[in-house]
């Protein structure tokens, strides 16, 4: 499945991975702690990226970019997951595409909200607020 996601273009088959994927996610810490042992963050990151200066062009290229955003809320519930988000430099992408302005916007706040929600998301807090995060939040 992910290296379905990981194609760069869009087509039916990316979305319909996506879409297993992230019903398999949803609460099965299982499956979180494999997809962040086989470099899943990393991927989904890639993936997202390309939606940080562009919107997608139909609504089935929508529901894909809203299935990659599940995926990754998913996989940050489990904690391990989260040093790799920081590490994989996802608060990064997070705050252009809340500057961007674009209709990732909506989604990479709800990931930021998993990324830095109770006490193990400390680290990720620290490093939004280095990177002057806050500004994006609050202009």
Partial sequence: LLKRVRVRQYDDNKLYSSE???????????NQRLLGEADGIDILLQSLAYYKRRDPHS????E??????????????YTPN???FLKGEGLQLMRLMLQSKKM?????????NHAMCNADGKDNC????EI?????LFP
């Avoid at 894909?64 to 995926?71: G, I, S, Y």
């Avoid at 620290?126 to 607020?129: D, E, L, P, Q």
């Avoid at 002057?132 to 994006?136: E, P, Q």
């Fill in 132 to 136: 002057f995060g806050l500004g994006s």
């Fill in 59 to 62: 609504q089935d290229e929508v």
């Fill in 126 to 129: 620290m490093k939004f607020v």
């Fill in 104 to 112: 990732s916007r909506r989604s990479a706040l709800k990931v930021l």
């Fill in 64 to 77: 894909l970019m809203e299935n990659l955003f599940d995926c990754l809320c998913s996989s940050l519930m």
């Fill in 20 to 30: 297993i994927l992230a019903i398999l996610l949803q609460e099965n810490e299982t």
């Fill in 82 to 84: 989260r040093d790799r």
